[in-house]
């Protein structure tokens, strides 16, 4: 995999870059500008560990399901100790369809120490969706109003809702809904430029989120296309939006954080960043459960084309280690315990296959 694109870097002379810039959600600072998006399955506490030591302005968990932590999940509470390992600021989304439910779920979010709660109002997976909850209220705007109240009401920290243009090309309503959002009490929204029967097909229409920010008056968060520093750019230049928010494009390559970190605010690249990245790869899987494990071992991956990431280590010197939890094909497998490697690839040492968790 090429986690740098010549082409993200040198060839878009007409690009304007943004620079020096923040995002500030209620009391909240997110610079830069960047957050790196929910995903099922993959952005869990090792995950965000490691993500956040690459310069990005937020994390935010995996949905966490209000109904689950009311039954007292296990799953539900790990995912409240996320913000204990991570040192910068955490989201935790919630998703759920009673306004009280998501009241209390958002109230011990807060105790657990998160800095924003994200209501998530657009997931189309069929499971979420019959719930009443995820992009089921993009259709049904009123309730999805009461429960950010509700949320409101219950917190001291600041509350965002995470959503889509709408159910279908036939129905979108992204800005009528996100009025009713502001109204609500909501610190900031974001929108993933797709409609819900899209999932992640076609393009996102970025035109909308620049109606929304010509709409409202509460920080916009763009989503949706953006897998290099040069689209980063380019939402921020075309919607104006305050941040952008970024999913499947940082799979394999949370290189892309600090690229566009060191664009929005330049500072010089520790060399140290893999090893230290690595390193919390290695110890994070102690913090997993067997369900989590996957007999996959740890992957060895140097880059192929592009700069070098690392001052002081040219294209033939020593490689880039990339934990496999951090590649799509193996979002979550264990991490052995071993120490760090970092020679030539020619003399890579085997590493056995991961057993389970003990």
Known sequence: MEFFEEECFFK???????????????????APPVIMAPMAGVTDGPFLEVVSRF??????TEMMSAEGLRRNDPSCRRMLRVPSRVPI??????FGAAPDVMAEAARAAQDSGAAVIDINAGCPIRKIVRQGAGAALIREPDRLARIVDTVKRAVTIPVTVKTRLGWDQNSIHVVQVCRMIQDAGADAVTVHARTARQIYTGKADWWWIRRLKDNLSIPVIGNGDVTCPSDFHRMMRETRCNAVMIGRGALGNPW???????QCRPRGPSASSLET?????FTGGEHRTPSAQRTAPLRLKKTQSGPNPFPGKNSTGPSVITP?????????PSVPSANIWCGTQKDAPTLPPCGPES
Not at 55 to 60: N, R
Not at 256 to 262: H, P, Q
Not at 324 to 332: G, H, I, R
């Open 89 to 94: 600021p955490v989201a935790i989304q919630i």
């Open 55 to 60: 310069g990005v302005g937020m994390v935010t």
């Open 324 to 332: 496999s939890f951090l590649c799509t094909k193996n979002p979550k």
């Open 12 to 30: 878009q002379p007409d690009r304007d870059p943004y620079v020096g810039g923040l995002c500030r959600i209620g009391t909240v600072e997110v």
């Open 277 to 281: 990245a690595a390193q919390t790869a």
């Open 256 to 262: 892309l954080f600090r690229a566009i970190a060191d």
